[in-house]
């Protein structure tokens, strides 16, 4: 009778009566746990203990207490639901085999190793019509994800990627477990972490866009009196986040009106951050604070460099920033040459110049000093890593379409150090993961179905290299963050005369693989070193110190940020795509998706022209000076 079930679960799992099936799967596997038990040694002996060992005992208890069961009595119970299905259910043949479990080849699971490689798959563009499509996997940083080998109690106990799902035990254990003296031990309860298992609000990436989302929702509302928030982020050094390896410039040199007042909000966020974001101290110190942000702001202004065929577009961005409130200056070639010498104009036709609320600032003090008034107003950072989203199905039998509309209502986060994957439920979810945002929009369906889940959100990461270089003639002190037109920066570090030089990516071709995380040794003399010494003069033969990787949140179909809500999942919120720039903008957008949720729209900034709803509308949102 056992084995007659649990072919007919094997074989038809869509045609029985979902609540017929889960009383006869609760029957297969009680008495597949016993038989287990007999395996292992218990031979349904009660183990005897003394009142003052800990939880061990009492859970051996109840595994004993559970062996204990007759099979006549699971037998009866089979009986009797084989019985009713074949009453309401009708005869099937229960001598066929059962559906096999399909898994990858050898070429396939070579595939999905590798990165950068884009797996292709059919899609419905429209009705009755189907077309091959490019889609990159989600970057698994784990083993492979694909099972070798189905063990047999894969079927009773939940896996994510190969990694055992740890729920909220019983209410009986967690009772008991009360009432004992004794501390917890981790082998024996996993379930006891730091964090909780359900947030109203949890924010997906904890860097500065991250941080700045839960500073401003944290500011509205009392997280004390009942709201959670919760912010995952896998690294919590930084050490390759995007906030703190890039540069920390503020610019205001932009074409669309929006990111201008984004970054005058952003300086004037800067300008006022010991004011408003100190952490106070219990103890008695002066003033009452131990942690006064010190974003050490250099404002030299940036020196954005255009040619003859771009004059028109920087003349109308120039006129749309002075509508703004932007104090910049348009230069002439000659007035480039006189004002900084060290500079080669030819096939220069002129530059713009920030004359106030430019420069750059410590992005590593600014996001330390937010993480810190973050965790005083309440909110719970999570050290892990993301790497599943579940769906909820309201309804019993749903079609693909309804079902690909369900609410994704809880998130799989792997911790590393339990090497174990946690659920966390939540109401709101926040996506803001810099370069890894398209892989996390897949994890939530977005890229995988069918009409407005057909797109997903369209961020890759895109590595680039920054080197730090000491030239034989420096410029100077009074040098702005340069920008030329073939999408060189160079950035003045420190007062010893080393500078920051890279190469901004602006498009992304799919045929070409991305850089390694170590640059080639060639690779500065091949692709940096002509434009710097062709440009600054007095960079010739200077010498390479260091060099880091970056990957870039780059925004491969218009190239701008993506802020707002999902049309379909209105619960989930979205702010990344910002080529590098998150930082700068990432005050005023915490504000923005602060009155998006609580205000239900934008106060102060309209960010509407840059929400999801673009790319569903085939419409592009160009920034003509992106530097």
């Given at each position: 009778?056992?084995?007659?079930?649990?072919?007919?679960?094997?074989?038809?799992?869509?045609?029985?009566?979902?609540?017929?099936?889960?009383?006869?799967?609760?029957?297969?596997?009680?008495?597949?746990?016993?038989?287990?038990?007999?395996?292992?040694?218990?031979?349904?002996?009660?183990?005897?203990?003394?009142?003052?060992?800990?939880?061990?005992?009492?859970?051996?208890?109840?595994?004993?207490?559970?062996?204990?069961?007759?099979?006549?009595?699971?037998?009866?119970?089979?009986?009797?639901?084989?019985?009713?299905?074949?009453?309401?259910?009708?005869?099937?043949?229960?001598?066929?085999?059962?559906?096999?479990?399909?898994?990858?080849?050898?070429?396939?699971?070579?595939?999905?190793?590798?990165?950068?490689?884009?797996?292709?798959?059919?899609?419905?563009?429209?009705?009755?019509?189907?077309?091959?499509?490019?889609?990159?996997?989600?970057?698994?940083?784990?083993?492979?994800?694909?099972?070798?080998?189905?063990?047999?109690?894969?079927?009773?106990?939940?896996?994510?990627?190969?990694?055992?799902?740890?729920?909220?035990?019983?209410?009986?254990?967690?009772?008991?477990?009360?009432?004992?003296?004794?501390?917890?031990?981790?082998?024996?309860?996993?379930?006891?972490?730091?964090?909780?298992?359900?947030?109203?609000?949890?924010?997906?990436?904890?860097?500065?866009?991250?941080?700045?989302?839960?500073?401003?929702?944290?500011?509205?509302?009392?997280?004390?009196?009942?709201?959670?928030?919760?912010?995952?982020?896998?690294?919590?050094?930084?050490?390759?986040?995007?906030?703190?390896?890039?540069?920390?410039?503020?610019?205001?040199?932009?074409?669309?009106?929006?990111?201008?007042?984004?970054?005058?909000?952003?300086?004037?966020?800067?300008?006022?951050?010991?004011?408003?974001?100190?952490?106070?101290?219990?103890?008695?110190?002066?003033?009452?604070?131990?942690?006064?942000?010190?974003?050490?702001?250099?404002?030299?202004?940036?020196?954005?460099?255009?040619?003859?065929?771009?004059?028109?577009?920087?003349?109308?961005?120039?006129?749309?920033?002075?509508?703004?409130?932007?104090?910049?200056?348009?230069?002439?070639?000659?007035?480039?040459e006189r004002r900084f010498p060290w500079l080669n104009t030819n096939d220069i036709a002129g530059g713009c110049l920030g004359l106030e609320s430019e420069g750059w600032f410590d992005s590593w003090n600014l996001l330390q000093a937010l993480i810190l008034r973050n965790k005083f107003l309440g909110v719970e950072y999570i050290h892990g890593e993301l790497m599943y989203g579940h769906r909820h199905g309201l309804v019993a039998e749903v079609d693909q379409q309804s079902e690909e509309m369900n609410r994704?209502?809880?998130?799989?986060?792997?911790?590393?150090?339990?090497?174990?994957?946690?659920?966390?439920?939540?109401?709101?979810?926040?996506?803001?993961?810099?370069?890894?945002?398209?892989?996390?929009?897949?994890?939530?369906?977005?890229?995988?179905?069918?009409?407005?889940?057909?797109?997903?959100?369209?961020?890759?990461?895109r590595r680039g290299y920054i080197f730090e270089v000491q030239p034989n003639n420096p410029p100077g002190l009074n040098f702005p963050y340069l920008s030329d037109p073939s999408g060189l920066f160079v950035k003045r570090e420190g007062l010893l005369g080393q500078y920051q030089v890279g190469i901004l990516p602006?498009?992304?071709?799919?045929?070409?693989?991305?850089?390694?995380?170590?640059?080639?040794?060639?690779?500065?003399?091949?692709?940096?070193?002509?434009?710097?010494?062709?440009?600054?003069?007095?960079?010739?033969?200077?010498?390479?110190?260091?060099?880091?990787?970056?990957?870039?949140?780059?925004?491969?179909?218009?190239?701008?940020?993506?802020?707002?809500?999902?049309?379909?999942?209105?619960?989930?919120?979205?702010?990344?795509?910002?080529?590098?720039?998150?930082?700068?903008?990432?005050?005023?957008?915490?504000?923005?998706?602060?009155?998006?949720?609580?205000?239900?729209?934008?106060?102060?900034?309209?960010?509407?022209?840059?929400?999801?709803?673009?790319?569903?509308?085939?419409?592009?949102?160009?920034?003509?000076?992106?530097?």
């Open positions: 009778m056992l084995a007659l079930a649990h072919r007919l679960l094997n074989q038809i799992p869509g045609t029985i009566n979902p609540n017929l099936r889960n009383k006869m799967q609760r029957i297969v596997h009680r008495t597949f746990a016993d038989k287990v038990d007999n395996k292992n040694g218990n031979n349904n002996e009660v183990a005897t203990v003394d009142s003052s060992e800990n939880s061990l005992a009492d859970n051996n208890q109840q595994k004993s207490a559970v062996a204990l069961q007759s099979d006549e009595q699971n037998k009866f119970e089979l009986s009797a639901l084989m019985d009713q299905f074949n009453e309401n259910e009708g005869k099937v043949d229960l001598m066929a085999q059962p559906a096999k479990q399909v898994l990858f080849s050898d070429e396939q699971k070579a595939l999905m190793r590798d990165i950068n490689q884009r797996i292709p798959y059919a899609c419905e563009t429209e009705p009755g019509v189907f077309c091959v499509e490019n889609s990159v996997k989600p970057l698994v940083p784990f083993p492979d994800p694909c099972f070798t080998e189905l063990k047999s109690h894969e079927i009773v106990k939940e896996y994510s990627l190969g990694w055992p799902v740890i729920r909220p035990p019983p209410i009986a254990d967690r009772i008991r477990q009360g009432f004992s003296l004794s501390k917890p031990d981790s082998r024996y309860y996993p379930y006891i972490q730091e964090f909780r298992n359900h947030y109203d609000m949890l924010i997906i990436g904890g860097g500065m866009i991250g941080s700045c989302i839960a500073n401003f929702l944290a500011e509205k509302i009392e997280v004390n009196d009942g709201y959670r928030i919760g912010i995952v982020e896998k690294d919590p050094t930084y050490r390759k986040s995007l906030s703190t390896q890039h540069l920390g410039s503020l610019r205001t040199q932009f074409s669309s009106p929006e990111l201008v007042e984004a970054a005058l909000y952003g300086s004037d966020y800067l300008r006022l951050i010991d004011y408003n974001k100190p952490t106070p101290n219990d103890q008695e110190v002066a003033g009452g604070f131990f942690n006064s942000p010190n974003v050490k702001f250099h404002p030299h202004g940036n020196l954005t460099l255009f040619t003859e065929d771009h004059r028109e577009k920087m003349e109308e961005a120039h006129d749309i920033q002075k509508r703004c409130g932007a104090q910049n200056a348009l230069l002439s070639k000659g007035n480039l994704y209502y809880e998130a799989h986060i792997f911790v590393g150090k339990t090497k174990h994957v946690y659920p966390i439920e939540f109401s709101e979810l926040f996506i803001a993961a810099g370069s890894q945002s398209g892989n996390v929009g897949r994890m939530f369906g977005m890229g995988t179905g069918r009409g407005p889940m057909y797109m997903d959100i369209p961020v890759e990461p602006d498009t992304v071709d799919p045929n070409e693989p991305n850089l390694p995380e170590i640059a080639p040794e060639d690779y500065f003399d091949k692709e940096i070193r002509p434009l710097l010494e062709y440009r600054l003069p007095g960079f010739s033969g200077c010498t390479v110190l260091d060099h880091r990787s970056i990957d870039y949140d780059l925004n491969y179909v218009d190239g701008t940020p993506i802020i707002g809500s999902h049309p379909i999942h209105t619960h989930i919120h979205m702010a990344t795509g910002f080529n590098g720039r998150g930082s700068m903008f990432a005050p005023a957008v915490g504000r923005a998706i602060k009155e998006l949720f609580l205000d239900d729209g934008y106060t102060s900034i309209d960010f509407s022209r840059f929400s999801f709803d673009r790319f569903l509308n085939l419409k592009e949102t160009k920034e003509n000076f992106y530097a």
